[in-house]
C-alpha cells in the first residue's frame, strides 16, 4: 500500500495544493509480458515547495515525473495539476500545459550545438506567454558572462546551467528535473544544484528532482522515496544542509 501524503508545509505560502495524485499506476506492455512502472501511487506537492524523489533505478520514479510533467498519463487513478486533470487531458490540453506551466530539466543537457547560451535559451522565450529575458535566465544561474558561448565552449556543468535556464526563461510554475547530476562529478553537481535551489527560492518554482542519490534529498524540503512503484516513505527535511555540504 502506498502511504498517505505528507501533511503540507507550515509555510503559509506553500500550502496549495499544485500536483494531487491519487492511486496513479502505470502499466507497460511488453509483448506478453505486463511491466507495472506504478502501483497505486498517492502523492501531493505544494506550491513553492523542493520535493526530492529518491529511489534506485527502476522504482517508478521517471514515469512518476513523465506523468507530472504530461509527457505521458496513467493506467489507473487521477492526477490533477491545480484545477486540470493531467490523467483525462487531452493532447492540446498537455502541450499547452507543457508549454506554458512546465520547465524540464534532463540528465542530458539536449542544447542544440550551432546556437550559443543566449539563443538555446531564446528559444524557449520566443514561444512562452510571459517569459523573462534569456540575460535574465542565464543570470539566476550565474552564466551571463557565457552568453555567446557554444556549448561546445562550455564545461558539462556550465551547459547543464544553460539547460536549467532555458527550462525557467518561461517562468514555469513547476520545474521538473531528472537526475540533473546524474553525468556530473560531485563538484560540478553542487554548482547545479545551487542554480536549482537558487530558482527555488528566488521564483518560488515548485520544484521536483528526481535521483537516485540520497545525499541530494537533505537539501530540500521534502523527501518521498519510491520503491517497486509505490511511495515507501514520505518525510519532510528538519534541518535543511546547505548544498556545499552535501556528502557524496
Same mark, same amino acid.
Given at each position: 500500500?502506498?502511504r !498517505?501524503? !505528507?501533511?503540507?508545509?507550515?509555510?503559509?505560502?506553500?500550502? %496549495?495544493?499544485?500536483f494531487?495524485?491519487?492511486?496513479?499506476?502505470?502499466?507497460?506492455p511488453?509483448?506478453?509480458?505486463?511491466?507495472?512502472?506504478?502501483?497505486?501511487?498517492?502523492?501531493?506537492?505544494?506550491?513553492?515547495?523542493?520535493?526530492?524523489l529518491?529511489?534506485p533505478?527502476?522504482?517508478?520514479?521517471?514515469?512518476?515525473? &513523465?506523468?507530472?510533467?504530461?509527457?505521458?498519463?496513467?493506467?489507473?487513478?487521477?492526477?490533477?495539476?491545480?484545477?486540470?486533470?493531467?490523467?483525462?487531458?487531452? &493532447?492540446? %490540453?498537455?502541450?499547452?500545459?507543457?508549454?506554458?506551466?512546465?520547465?524540464?530539466?534532463?540528465?542530458?543537457?539536449?542544447?542544440?550545438?550551432?546556437?550559443?547560451?543566449?539563443?538555446?535559451?531564446s528559444?524557449?522565450?520566443e514561444?512562452?506567454?510571459?517569459?523573462?529575458?534569456?540575460?535574465?535566465?542565464?543570470?539566476?544561474?550565474?552564466?551571463e558572462?557565457?552568453?555567446?558561448?557554444?556549448p !561546445?565552449q562550455?564545461?558539462g556543468?556550465?551547459? %547543464?546551467?544553460?539547460?536549467?535556464?532555458r527550462?525557467?526563461?518561461?517562468?514555469?510554475d513547476?520545474?521538473?528535473?531528472?537526475?540533473?547530476?546524474g553525468a556530473?562529478?560531485?563538484?560540478?553537481?553542487?554548482?547545479?544544484?545551487? $542554480?536549482? %535551489?537558487?530558482? &527555488?527560492?528566488?521564483?518560488?518554482t515548485?520544484? $521536483?528532482?528526481?535521483?537516485?542519490? $540520497?545525499a541530494?534529498?537533505?537539501?530540500?524540503?521534502?523527501?518521498?522515496?519510491?520503491?517497486?512503484?509505490?511511495?515507501?516513505?514520505?518525510?519532510r527535511? $528538519?534541518?535543511?544542509?546547505?548544498? !556545499?555540504?552535501?556528502?557524496?
Amino acid at each position: 500500500m502506498s502511504r !498517505a501524503p !505528507a501533511s503540507p508545509p507550515s509555510d503559509v505560502h506553500a500550502r %496549495q495544493v499544485v500536483f494531487r495524485v491519487r492511486g496513479a499506476t502505470k502499466v507497460y506492455p511488453m509483448g506478453e509480458v505486463e511491466v507495472q512502472a506504478l502501483r497505486g501511487i498517492d502523492l501531493d506537492l505544494y506550491a513553492g515547495e523542493f520535493t526530492v524523489l529518491l529511489g534506485p533505478s527502476g522504482s517508478g520514479k521517471s514515469t512518476l515525473l &513523465n506523468i507530472l510533467g504530461g509527457l505521458d498519463q496513467p493506467t489507473g487513478g487521477s492526477v490533477f495539476y491545480r484545477e486540470l486533470e493531467l490523467s483525462g487531458a487531452s &493532447n492540446r %490540453q498537455l502541450t499547452q500545459f507543457r508549454r506554458h506551466a512546465v520547465g524540464f530539466v534532463f540528465q542530458f543537457y539536449n542544447l542544440i550545438p550551432s546556437l550559443t547560451a543566449w539563443e538555446n535559451v531564446s528559444l524557449v522565450t520566443e514561444v512562452a506567454s510571459d517569459p523573462m529575458s534569456p540575460l535574465e535566465a542565464l543570470r539566476l544561474v550565474g552564466l551571463e558572462d557565457r552568453r555567446d558561448h557554444f556549448p !561546445a565552449q562550455l564545461s558539462g556543468g556550465q551547459q %547543464q546551467r544553460v539547460a536549467i535556464a532555458r527550462a525557467i526563461a518561461k517562468r514555469p510554475d513547476v520545474l521538473l528535473c531528472d537526475e540533473p547530476t546524474g553525468a556530473l562529478d560531485a563538484l560540478t553537481g553542487i554548482t547545479v544544484l545551487e $542554480a536549482i %535551489q537558487r530558482i &527555488n527560492t528566488e521564483l518560488g518554482t515548485t520544484t $521536483a528532482v528526481i535521483t537516485h542519490n $540520497a545525499a541530494i534529498g537533505e537539501m530540500s524540503d521534502r523527501v518521498v522515496t519510491i520503491r517497486d512503484g509505490r511511495v515507501a516513505e514520505d518525510r519532510r527535511v $528538519a534541518v535543511k544542509t546547505p548544498v !556545499a555540504e552535501l556528502r557524496w
